[in-house]
Nanobody, 131 residues
Framework: QVHLVESGGGSVQAGGSLRLSCVAS????????MSWFREVPEAEREGVAT???????SYLDSVKGRFTVSRDNAKNTLYLQMENLRPEDTAMYYC?????????????????????????WGQGTQVTVSS
């Protein structure tokens, strides 16, 4: 069992930066594929970034070059560094953990975007970007 707790959200102006953190408790954190999702009211939860156990990453097209996902397995922590934030980045951000399945290619081939592929979710942290 993995328990996830996000932090680091807040309110910033467009062009600003935030760093989200997600601390995991439980065993075998380094064996999980980890991702960040975001959600706004009346819309589906959207995959933002993922990092596999080998450190490989994938991103939502609209955040490429602005967001960076990383993980520190020694600290059981997932990060999302967000730069040059835009009003359309406003959302509740969630971290999620998935047990290994399908291999790295399968994961980065689009399956990381599917919320049903995850076993554990955090409670979310709000990011608000004003213009």
């Amino acid at each position: 069992q993995v328990h996830l707790v996000e932090s680091g959200g807040g309110s910033v102006q467009a062009g600003g930066s935030l760093r989200l953190s997600c601390v995991a408790s439980g065993n075998d954190y380094n064996r999980y594929s980890m991702s960040w999702f975001r959600e706004v009211p009346e819309a589906e939860r959207e995959g933002v970034a993922t990092i596999e156990t080998d450190g490989s990453t994938s991103y939502l097209d609209s955040v490429k070059g602005r967001f960076t996902v990383s993980r520190d397995n020694a600290k059981n922590t997932l990060y999302l560094q967000m730069e040059n934030l835009r009003p359309e980045d406003t959302a509740m951000y969630y971290c999620a953990a998935a047990r290994p399945r399908g291999g790295v290619a399968w994961w980065h081939g689009g399956n990381w975007r599917r919320p049903t592929n995850y076993n554990h979710w955090g409670q979310g942290t709000q990011v608000t970007v004003s213009s």
